[in-house]
């Protein structure tokens, strides 16, 4: 029966090659991704949230909608990835979910918003690094055809190598929410569109990622076809590989949640870089992907005024000529500084990002910001990223749960904590209401 399934997935899986690019993390990886990147949380409401496994399939779900319309042919998919989505999506829970968003039912919503979240900073941070890396690397069998195709074979080998199966998860996606969204973003797509879409991901692409990493045979040929990914893939150490987007995906779930509930900080500017700030041994030669250095933020940036924000400079003075890359045009996150001369070898590098950057959701950087690496041999591996400016806190931690009620005595009850947790959480929702209020007054974003 196994050989069966791989056969019936094989075929359907073709009828999708000509619809979905060959690039990126597969969907048995995005979800792997969203998992991990759990780890990575501090201690509080929205690690309770997407931990709670009332809330698993929605995040599990949401790790891998964005590659649906691939599979039905449909441009929500590519929008789907993006910043303009995400944001249109965050924007749409505060208009109409209850407050506070980490109770009742705005929860299912967070962890599929998360989710999506997940899949697009992850593949921003795997294409820019890892998967462009490959591209070199393992160009002897590089294939853009989809069976044959980079992350169809990675997820192939993460399947094999974490031992996943995401199989008995329910399709689920919030189609009649998510509709009116793609029509705000200038798409038009039924809701019955997104349904198919979710339940081909889960019962084609997601199943042969399953299947086929438990079968040796076919672990064995994606091996050989991609030697150098193979023996990087869950390398912690190696730039982009899915245990480092999982780091980075939870500093971006950190600056989503405080955007939700409309708090802004300098630690949700920058969150994270490669190499990790104050890091040593970065590669010199600046040929090499690796020799790249990146640049992730917390909100999606435009693309049109960056050219001139960043500079490298070493100690000595010297400035770098420098390419300045938005990965993703104007829709995206990350970018990517790429040397067009060699670093100097045993020295320090200072990047320095100026003030005014502004990101798609109208926002301002207005205070210039800098970290250092150095090209002095490090004495061991270390994490090829990390948030330069660690998140502290949370936006809304909510009243503690009442105490038990206790018999009558007679007496008067003063002060009680589930009365007091009532009037808090009544308070923060007239607040975020009024907030609410002002945002649509001031700018309709979706």
């Known amino acids: 029966m196994a050989r069966v399934a791989v056969l019936l997935s094989t075929a ?61 042919r449909d441009d929500f998919g590519e929008m789907a990835h993006w910043e303009p989505f995400v944001d249109a999506y965050l924007t749409w829970m505060q208009r109409e979910l209850p407050f506070p968003y980490a109770r009742g039912d705005a929860r299912p919503h967070v962890a599929f918003l998360m989710g999506v979240a997940s899949h697009g900073m992850a593949d921003q941070v795997f294409d ?33 190598a974490t031992g996943v199966d995401f199989r008995g998860e329910t399709p689920w996606v919030p189609a009649d929410e998510l509709a009116p969204l793609f029509d705000g973003l200038g798409h038009t797509v039924a809701p019955q569109t997104l349904r198919d879409a979710q339940i081909a991901m889960h019962d084609i692409v997601l199943t042969y990622g399953a299947i086929n990493g438990r ?45 939700l509930h409309d708090v802004d900080s300098v630690q949700n500017q920058i969150i994270a870089t490669y190499p990790r700030a104050d890091s040593d041994g970065h590669p010199t030669a600046h040929a090499m992907v690796e020799a790249q ?40 996150n990350l970018v990517r500084l790429v040397p067009q001369e060699d670093w100097a070898a045993d020295q320090t590098f200072t990047v320095t990002i100026a003030a005014g950057i502004r990101t798609l959701d109208g926002v301002t950087y207005d205070q210039p910001w800098s970290f250092a690496f150095s090209t002095r041999p490090a004495p061991g591996p270390r994490d090829p990223t990390s948030d330069p400016t660690p998140h502290t806190g949370e936006p809304w931690t909510g009243p503690p749960d009442p105490e038990p009620e206790k018999p009558d005595d007679g007496g008067c009850a003063v002060g009680g904590g589930a009365g007091l947790g009532a009037a808090l959480a009544l308070i923060a929702l007239r607040r975020r209401r009024r907030s609410a209020a002002r945002r649509a007054a001031g700018r309709d974003r979706g």
């Open 12 to 72: 359907a899986l073709a009828l999708l090659a000509s619809a979905r690019p060959a690039a990126a993390n597969g969907v048995n990886t995005h979800t792997w991704i969203s998992l991990h990147a759990l780890e990575h949380l501090p201690d509080g409401e929205l690690k309770r949230l997407l931990s709670d496994p009332a809330m698993r399939s929605l995040l599990i779900n949401g790790s891998y909608f964005p590659d649906g319309g691939y599979a039905v």
């Open 128 to 160: 820019a690094t890892f998967m462009k890396a490959a591209r070199g690397y393992d160009a002897a069998g590089w294939s853009d055809e989809l069976l044959d195709s980079f992350d169809t074979a990675t997820d192939v080998l993460l399947v094999e």
């Open 215 to 259: 079968d040796p045979v076919a672990v064995e040929r994606y091996r050989t076809q991609y030697p150098w990914a193979a023996g990087r893939l869950m390398d912690e150490h190696e730039p982009g590989s899915p245990p480092c987007e999982g780091e980075v995906v939870a500093a971006y779930w950190l600056a989503l949640w405080d955007r």
């Open 293 to 332: 250095v990146v640049v992730v933020f917390g909100h999606g940036v435009d693309a049109a005024q960056l050219a001139d924000k960043f500079t490298v400079e070493d100690a000595t003075g010297k400035t770098y000529a420098i390419e300045v890359d938005p990965w993703s045009g104007d829709v995206g």
